[in-house]
């Protein structure tokens, strides 16, 4: 296993065009979490899952966004109708059940919205 | 979260010597933190954790201290490398909140040869 992982790495969109992200997260791990971090800030949750599921989001996660997880393995992230706001590192991570052992970040997707 | 004015956003040292990097954290109720290096264009690194029943832990030239007395968290390294030049964060779970980190302010450190 080769940790989590992201794609694409880098993405640069037209205002109004809608993006999608996948993350795939380390195997053993039935916890997924999406992240945003602006530039010079530190990571914001926006929402994850366990298994399926998504238990909680944050009020940062508009209507534009929607994530899902449909077989408990993968995660995709879309953001429809994006704005130069949007303009972001998005970041995955997974953990155990267990939330406390094995949170593990990917590399991210940077989105530019132009 | 509050600061008690700890947090340095910057800092710069010399290569050898040792650094500490201090966080302040949010939640009295936190019961999980960890320290993340983050170099430029790459997703947080994992460095160490430290659960709150723990005032001290060590890993490869890395100590982590917590006092929850006031609710502070430090990052020591030894004998910093120019490859530790990267943004440190701290970050926190609290068991009654959820299972999403809350990141603090991050700490660029910068290792001059």
């Known amino acids: ?114 | 979260g509050e600061s008690v004015g700890l947090h340095l956003p910057t800092l710069s040292v010399q290569e050898g010597d040792n650094s500490i990097i201090n966080c302040a954290y949010s939640n009295s109720a936190s019961d999980y933190f960890i320290w993340y290096k983050q170099e430029s264009g790459k997703g947080p690194q994992f460095i160490i954790d430290i659960r709150s029943n723990m005032d001290k832990r060590q890993g490869q030239r890395v100590t982590v201290l917590l006092n929850k007395t006031v609710k502070h968290l430090s990052l020591q390294i030894a004998a910093t490398q120019p490859g530790d030049s990267a943004v440190y964060f701290c970050a926190e779970i609290a068991n009654q909140a959820g299972t999403a980190l809350i990141f603090g302010k991050g700490t660029t450190l910068s290792v001059s040869s």
């Open chain 1, 1 to 114: 296993d080769t940790g989590v992982s992201q794609d694409p790495r880098h993405k640069i969109t037209k205002r109004g065009q809608n993006v999608t992200f996948r993350c795939d997260p380390i195997s053993e791990h039935n916890r997924l979490y999406w992240y945003r971090q602006t530039l010079g800030q530190g990571p914001e949750f926006l929402t994850y899952f366990q298994n399926e599921a998504q238990l909680e989001k944050s009020r940062l996660l508009s209507d534009r966004f929607s994530a899902e997880r449909p077989k408990g393995s993968f995660s995709t992230l879309e953001i429809q109708r994006t704005e130069q706001g949007d303009s972001a590192m998005y970041l995955c991570a997974s953990s155990w059940t267990d939330r406390n052992y094995g949170y593990t970040f990917g590399s991210g997707t940077r989105l530019t919205v132009v």
